[in-house]
């Protein structure tokens, strides 16, 4: 976990540090809740854009701690129905834009868009994602495939008004822009005017004003809350009137804002004139009902871009990036760990050990059919969880293979006990972790009802079942000459503990 650092000089008291021991710090024994519509199983996304020396990334906040997913400079974020959008910063210069989607498994999509400029932030609209390309002046809606559909322009040269933060609410498109300016950039000298607005797309109706440098529209509560973001503040709106009825100061450049049914999390970033290098930005915790401020934690960049609620699952997926194939995980982490030190190694490290016996302990959860047909083969898709102390491995020179057993059963006609066919482990299971795999399972050339157990072993050492038959799971089944289209899973008749 990061510990808040300092921040730069504040707005309300120019030329003086806030002092630290002000600053609240982050631990677990002051957790926040993060519930929505009464729901507890979310956590925060907090992405970060490349400034100075310690570059951006995306972290995860689970309410009480900080974790680094990675450290690729990212800018906005969109969730909608069990996905996830990313924009990944990139350099004015170079005219392109590069977006990230997620499901619940990891990256689906990589969308190089080149039409993009100076990528900014995203929402969900319906099938489409819409983007402030701020490099251009423009909101532009695009496909999964990266096809432009729709382009909406202000007047003015590139990057007059810089539009950035987009709401959408009651089917609305709702944008903050810096100012209503002619030229290229030509926002630089006035940030201070308060000439930032918020307005909606279609209509051009203004719905805030007065603000300095906006970001992050939300509409809640009956309000329009927006990070009146060179003022290091908050501001709330009546939705109605558009008249200001509240106001939060905070200690920095106020960017990237989330609701939960309790609070408000509002990012905080280093200003980039500020030269102390030692300066990290973080987000506030505040109240939804005050805006009075509950905790602050801090992030390992200075630039806060987004934050955003999603569910532990879909923060899961982020981790797991394009890591979605273990066989190829497995093998480019093991030869990256030689490459590292200067060698090309001609062998993967890993060797399948001998295990003892508190090693060989697994915990076995599989989809079986309520059918086989006699000699073919059926894919069956199982979850083996490493419940014992040692790495699960199937390399020499005992590999480690999930497998099955056939066996009678007291309707049963005669047949021997046999083995199935090795199924490799697509990657080295260590302890305490779990993996989903497909495995090919041969019936026997026999008619009738049978035992089937899948479970592991150690080629040449043990099979994992004949220790405990709790690191197996076991089924009985029915064989038949014929296929049959009845195949839905039957109740487990033993799944293994811990």
Not at 7 to 27: C, H, I, M, Q, W
Not at 148 to 157: D, H, L, N, S, Y
Not at 426 to 436: D, H, V
Not at 488 to 497: F, K, L, M, T, Y
Request: proline letters at 5%.
């Amino acid at each position: 976990m990061f510990n808040f650092l300092r921040f730069g000089k504040s707005k309300a008291n120019p030329g003086k540090l806030p002092d630290r021991r002000e600053v609240p710090r982050a631990t677990a024994v002051t957790p926040v809740r993060l519930a929505c519509s009464g729901e507890s199983d979310f956590v925060l996304l907090i992405s970060g854009s490349g400034i100075g020396d310690t570059g951006g990334g995306l972290c995860l906040f689970d309410g009480i701690a900080i974790q680094t997913i990675d450290r690729v400079s990212t800018a906005g974020l969109a969730v909608r129905r069990g996905r996830l959008a990313r924009i990944l910063s990139t350099p004015i210069s170079t005219g392109t834009g590069e977006i990230l989607i997620y499901d619940g498994r990891g990256i689906t999509h990589y969308l190089r868009v080149d039409e993009l400029s100076d990528a900014h932030y995203l929402v969900w609209d319906k099938e489409h994602l819409v983007i402030s390309s701020t490099g251009n002046n423009s909101i532009v809606w695009i496909t999964l495939a990266g096809e432009i559909v729709r382009r909406w322009r202000a007047p003015g040269e590139d990057d007059s008004w810089h539009l950035n933060g987009i709401c959408l609410y009651d089917d609305q498109l709702y944008t903050c822009a810096f100012g209503k300016y002619p030229h290229y950039r030509g926002y630089k000298d006035r940030l201070s005017q308060g000439d930032g607005f918020l307005f909606e797309l279609e209509s051009g109706r203004t719905v805030a004003e007065g603000l300095c440098a906006p970001h992050s529209p939300v509409r809640v509560d009956g309000l329009w809350t927006v990070c009146d973001s060179l003022r290091n503040a908050v501001v709330q709106f009546d939705a109605s009137t558009g008249r200001k009825v509240n106001r939060a100061e905070l200690r920095a450049f106020t960017r990237g804002l989330a609701v939960t049914d309790d609070y408000l999390i509002v990012g905080e970033s280093i200003q980039r004139r500020e030269t102390d290098k030692d300066l990290l930005g973080s987000f506030a915790v505040l109240r939804r009902s005050d805006l009075s401020l509950v905790a602050r934690f801090g992030v390992p960049f200075r630039e806060v871009s987004e934050i955003a609620v999603v569910p532990r699952s879909l923060a899961q997926a982020a981790k797991t990036g394009f890591r979605t194939n273990p066989l190829r995980v497995s093998e480019t982490d093991q030869l990256q760990m030689f490459r590292d030190i200067g060698l090309e190694p001609t062998r993967l490290w890993a060797v399948g050990d001998r295990l003892t016996l508190s090693e060989c302990r697994i915990r076995v959860q599989a989809d079986m059919p309520l059918r086989f047909v006699a000699g073919k083969l059926t894919l069956v898709d199982c979850t083996v969880t490493n419940v014992g102390g040692g790495f699960l491995c199937s390399e020499l020179p005992y590999p480690v293979f999930i497998s099955y057993k056939w066996r009678r059963t007291a309707k049963s006609p005669e047949f021997p006990h046999l083995e199935g066919i090795r199924t490799r482990l697509p990657k080295t299971l260590p302890p305490g972790e779990s993996i989903r795999c497909r495995i090919e399972v041969q019936a026997p050339e026999i008619e009738g009802e049978v035992r089937l157990t899948i479970t592991m072993l150690q080629e040449l050492v043990v099979w994992f079942d004949e220790l405990d038959e709790s690191n197996g799971c076991s089924a009985i089944v029915k064989i038949c000459n014929h296929a049959d289209n009845n195949t839905a899973p039957v109740g487990q008749e033993h799944i293994s503990g811990v």
